[in-house]
Nanobody, 130 residues
Framework: QLQLVAESGGGSVQPGGSLTLSCAAS????????IGWFRQVPGKEREGILC????????NHADSVKGRFTISRDSAKNTVYLQMTALTPEDTAVYYC??????????????????????WGQGTQVTVSS
């Protein structure tokens, strides 16, 4: 069965505003999966910003979003959310969710290039501008 994730909720927002992105899975359950949120701007490497661990008991934040972004999982909807507040123009990027299916009892990684995250969405654009 095809396993996919799809991001939604991107758009344009003014500085200081808030936005919530969704990552919906099909073909598999998001329970007991490590899930990461990443972002990328043209010409730069993909940046890991937030993840939730396999057991859902730990999160890991990039310094750039700490205190402003949170991650949550809704098992009933098979969806993970990225709640973003106090947005700045530096948050403008394409945002991706990604799944690491490998069971892990430790903290999640924000490393996009390490190969752990195998299922990626197509991304959703977030633009922060006045």
């Amino acid at each position: 069965q095809l396993q996919l994730v799809a991001e939604s909720g991107g758009g344009s927002v003014q500085p200081g505003g808030s936005l919530t992105l969704s990552c919906a899975a099909s073909g598999f359950s998001l329970d007991y999966k490590t899930i990461g949120w990443f972002r990328q701007v043209p010409g730069k490497e993909r940046e890991g910003i937030l993840c939730i661990s396999y057991l859902g008991d730990r999160t890991n934040h990039a310094d750039s979003v700490k205190g402003r972004f949170t991650i949550s999982r809704d098992s009933a909807k098979n969806t993970v959310y990225l709640q973003m507040t106090a947005l700045t123009p530096e948050d403008t990027a394409v945002y991706y969710c990604a799944i690491d299916r490998t069971p892990s009892m430790g903290a999640c990684t924000l490393d996009a290039a390490g190969g752990r995250y195998r299922i990626w969405g197509q991304g959703t654009q977030v633009t922060v501008s006045s």
